[in-house]
């Protein structure tokens, strides 16, 4: 079965009635590249010319929102207005059936977010790819063209053209940025973050502190996005995480990044690079590199004063009393800290007040295999804490009197780095924001109860790796 035809049991399968169209007359579509966000880009053949395209297809209630087929076109036009080597040629746009359509140069290669998939990337490599895009983005910036929605999935990774006919150029990546200013097709300028219901538009992980703010923007939003792709290529992770949508785009504006050398203690990252990606992570625009081609500046620098690199002695490489001792525990304790099996996550439940929630996040964490022991009392968690990997705080049903508590416990308790997690209303912007800001590890709304014994598992993988 191919992958466009959608089983539901024995039923026929379901056609993509895309496929076979002829969009706008011109346009024959005849297989589906991939599914995002904003709708779906298509394979098609250029009637006359005899050129493959593809064909980004707007998911058809966008174009019946208002105001946004005139934003649409305007950024269309904005886009089809960029030509350089490191961005997508728009061929075309325009309207069709009630679709919104955008027709690019078809680029055979895969998107950084596949290349990622294997982990850190080396120094050289990183500092390529992102010149590249920095180069982009600087012609882009200086047209007044935003991109708002950088990340890896936006960023496509060719073989590189040159290589064979420069003799001087080996093969090396070759990188095209594609939808630039599409983002802001898709939600009103005024409301980029927080919808009705508190959830998010567009990829949280990404957006700047500014974007998360409904701010206004500049290119120094784009670069903090940049930023956040380094620190995946760097370390093979993302600087921030969270349960909910809305615990990311609080760290974004309220956590620093830890730096990517104690996120990945076996990876060896280069210090000058590293240096380079805080800065352009920094929470205010000012504070960052202000243009494209600076902080292009500031790599060839970084790179240039040589491979310092920073590696943390990997713990899993020690033995339990070298372990023991570098942590500054007791073997038993330091079994506790590494472990992250759900078998053997051990997990400290408490509940400030005794009340029968229709929702029980013990029984969640059972479920998954978790370890799980109840308590009543705040005040007892920090005797208890050193039996356990991690702690849970509910803190229904006064959050912010539950919170007074937990806040007041950070600084008494004997956590010894052990991650603390809250569970709270699906709505308090303000108390999710308390929480992180005070050092809890991650802040799980109600609704998303059942995302909790993986962000356990993630918190007590990162303390293990901090360690
Ligand atoms: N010009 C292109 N040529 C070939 N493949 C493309 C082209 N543009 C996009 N793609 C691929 O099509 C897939 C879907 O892209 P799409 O932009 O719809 O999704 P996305 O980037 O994951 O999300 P978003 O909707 O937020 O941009 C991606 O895997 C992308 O790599
Ligand atoms: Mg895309």
């Not at 992570?281 to 202000?290: A, H, N, V």
């Not at 759900?342 to 996040?361: G, I, K, M, N, Y």
Request: glycine share 8%.
């Amino acid at each position: 079965m191919s992958d466009l035809d959608l089983q539901l049991g024995d039923a026929a399968p379901i056609v993509d009635p895309m496929l076979g169209s002829v969009v706008a007359g011109r346009y024959e579509v005849r297989e589906l590249l991939g599914k995002g966000g904003m709708g779906c880009v298509y394979r098609a053949k250029q009637a006359g010319l005899d050129r493959e395209i593809a064909l980004k297809v707007l998911h058809a209630h966008t174009a019946s929102k208002p105001g946004m087929k005139r934003r649409f076109k305007r950024e269309a036009r904005a886009a089809s207005m960029l030509q350089h080597p490191h961005s997508v040629v728009v061929h075309d746009f325009g309207e069709w059936e009630g679709q919104l359509f955008i027709a690019m140069e078809m680029l055979n290669g895969v998107p950084l977010s596949d290349v990622l998939l294997s982990g850190p990337l080396p120094s050289e490599r990183i500092v390529d790819i992102l010149v590249q895009l920095l180069d982009a983005l600087e012609i882009a910036h200086n047209q007044g063209l935003l991109h708002r929605d950088l990340k890896p999935e936006n960023v496509l990774i060719l073989d590189d053209p040159r290589a064979g006919v420069e003799p001087d150029k080996e093969h090396r990546d070759y990188v095209k940025v594609v939808d630039f200013g599409l983002a802001c097709v898709m939600e009103p300028e005024t409301d980029m973050s927080l919808t009705d219901d508190g959830n998010v538009a567009g990829t949280p992980a990404y957006m700047s502190p500014e974007q998360a703010k409904a701010s206004e923007l500049d290119g120094r939003s784009d670069l903090y996005s940049v930023g956040i792709m380094m620190y995946e290529m760097l370390c093979g992770e993302r600087p921030f995480a969270g349960a909910s949508p809305l615990a990311v785009l609080v760290k974004h504006l309220y956590i620093e990044p830890g730096r990517p050398s104690h996120r990945a203690p076996e990876t060896p990252v280069h210090s000058g690079l590293e240096e380079v990606c805080l800065r352009v992570l920094s929470k205010l625009p000012q504070d960052r590199y202000q243009t494209a081609a600076e902080m292009r500046l500031a790599l060839g620098q970084a790179m240039a004063g040589g491979n310092r690199f920073i590696q943390k002695p990997g713990i899993k490489k020690m033995s339990r009393a070298e372990r023991a001792e570098t942590l500054g525990i007791s073997n038993v304790a330091t079994k506790a800290a590494t472990a992250t099996d759900a078998a053997e996550l051990r997990v400290l439940s408490v509940r400030a007040c005794q009340t029968d929630f229709s929702s029980s996040p013990n029984a969640v964490m059972r479920a998954f295999g978790l370890d799980v022991e109840e308590e009543e009392r705040l005040e007892d968690i920090g005797l208890l804490a050193p039996r356990f990997h991690a702690i849970v705080v509910d803190l229904r049903p006064d959050p912010a009197e539950a919170m007074i508590g937990v806040e007041a416990g950070l600084e008494t308790w004997e956590l010894d780095g052990r991650p603390v997690i809250v569970l709270g209303p699906d709505d308090e912007f303000a108390t999710m924001q308390q929480a992180l800001s005070i050092g809890v590890a991650d802040y799980v709304p109600v609704s998303k109860v059942s995302k909790l014994p993986k962000t356990l598992r993630r918190a007590v993988r990162r303390y293990r790796r901090k360690r």
